[in-house]
């Protein structure tokens, strides 16, 4: 069975604070997907990063980075220099490499006050 | 134009009732899904579509059917609502790994708002 873990349930900084969200995963399989997605007020849910397990770079997208660290199942995700428009709830997720269908963690809210 | 479009947004209806939510993809993609978030926002699939035919059923209660009549549609109907139908549904769709660096990402519509009262 695979299992996503975001233990930080909610996050509030201030604006131009660094913020990580942390992602613990678990699966039997040997090559999956993790990603993150973006919850926005609005509700949407907006897609951020994939990654593949085979591939453990680090990727930096802007003011978003994640670190992918596969002896520890994490997938951290960094926002840099915080804005009030990142306020959001977070979502890590996994799936297999068959890719049908997403586990999700529980989410992390993040505010970010001005 | 929207990727994935599910409609209606918001949906207010008595419990008893039979309610529908249609979904479209203008992706090309050949695997589509129904997702529920519930009130503590937990994301859990229902339903995943493969070329219109069923291949995840996870144990949604049979008051819940998914038609597929074609790989850019799947609508969720859903019969005798009750009260802890309230949540959000989301549509998405997605590609096999196959099919290159974007396969297997899964793009989710804008959320449909069911309230049960």
């Known amino acids: 069975a695979q299992k996503v873990t975001q233990a930080q349930t909610e996050i509030s900084v201030v604006e131009k604070e660094d913020v990580t969200l942390d992602c613990v995963y678990e699966t039997r399989d040997t090559t999956y997907y993790l990603f993150w997605y973006k919850q926005p007020p609005s509700g949407e849910l907006v897609f951020l990063i994939r990654r593949n397990s085979f591939d453990e770079q680090n990727e930096i997208s802007g003011r978003y980075s994640w670190n992918f660290q596969k002896s520890t199942s994490s997938f951290n995700f960094t926002i840099t220099a915080s804005q009030v428009v990142d306020s959001a709830v977070y979502f890590c997720a996994l799936s297999s490499w068959a890719g049908n269908m997403l586990t999700f963690g529980g989410g992390t809210r993040l505010m970010v006050k001005p | 134009d929207t990727a994935v479009s599910q409609t209606p947004k918001y949906l207010v209806t008595q419990m008893g009732n039979d309610k529908s939510i249609k979904c479209e993809q203008n992706l090309g993609h050949d695997t589509m899904y129904w997702y529920k978030q519930d009130s503590k926002k937990f994301l859990k699939i229902m339903f995943s579509y493969n070329n219109k035919e069923l291949i995840i059923n996870e144990t949604v209660p049979n008051r819940f059917s998914p038609k597929s009549p074609d790989k850019a549609h799947l609508n969720l109907h859903i019969n005798s609502l009750e009260l802890g139908d309230s949540a959000v549904y989301f549509c998405?769709?997605?590609?096999?790994?196959?099919?290159?660096?974007?396969?297997?990402?899964?793009?989710f519509g804008e959320g449909s708002w069911l309230t049960v009262v």
């Open positions: 998405a769709s997605s590609q096999p790994s196959a099919a290159g660096p974007a396969g297997n990402t899964i793009y």
